[in-house]
């Protein structure tokens, strides 16, 4: 029993810590901790053997698959924010890098200068 409830409270931990909001001037922090509570439960996971024996174990694991869903979903934002910003970080780091060096790069409009005489 005691593995099912050390991988239960540990499942219960990770959901409220993801039901956090992620602030983003502490997002490394929130990275880190978030790493080391999956990792935890990893741990736990990879050690636990067997199936649950009684009946208070059959409700922790219909409990814990129904939570795994919810942390699927809870993770799969906080992804989805975070490539968001990488991708509008790079986009504005481009946009600046045209600005300084606004002959460095090619027109984006289309036309072209004729050589010709």
């Keep these: 029993m005691r593995s099912v409830k050390d991988l239960f409270l540990s499942t219960k931990r990770l959901l409220d810590y993801l039901e956090?909001?992620?602030?983003?001037?502490?997002?490394?922090?929130y990275i880190e901790q978030l790493?080391?509570?999956?990792?935890?439960?990893q741990q736990l996971i990879e050690n636990f053997n067997?199936?649950?024996?009684?009946?208070?174990?059959?409700?922790?694991?219909?409990l814990m698959v129904e939570w795994n869903?919810?942390?699927?979903?809870?993770?799969?934002?906080h992804l989805l924010t975070v490539r968001t910003d990488i991708t509008r970080l790079k986009k504005q780091k481009d946009?600046?890098?045209?600005?300084?060096?606004?002959?460095?790069?090619?027109?984006i409009d289309g036309?072209?200068?004729d050589k010709r005489k």
């Design 20 to 29: 956090k909001p992620m602030q983003k001037e502490e997002r490394d922090d």
């Design 35 to 41: 790493h080391e509570l999956i990792d935890e439960r």
């Design 50 to 62: 067997g199936q649950p024996q009684t009946s208070e174990e059959k409700k922790m694991a219909v």
């Design 69 to 77: 869903k919810k942390i699927n979903e809870l993770l799969n934002s």
């Design 95 to 107: 946009t600046g890098k045209k600005y300084e060096n606004s002959y460095d790069h090619e027109p």
């Design 111 to 113: 036309f072209f200068f």
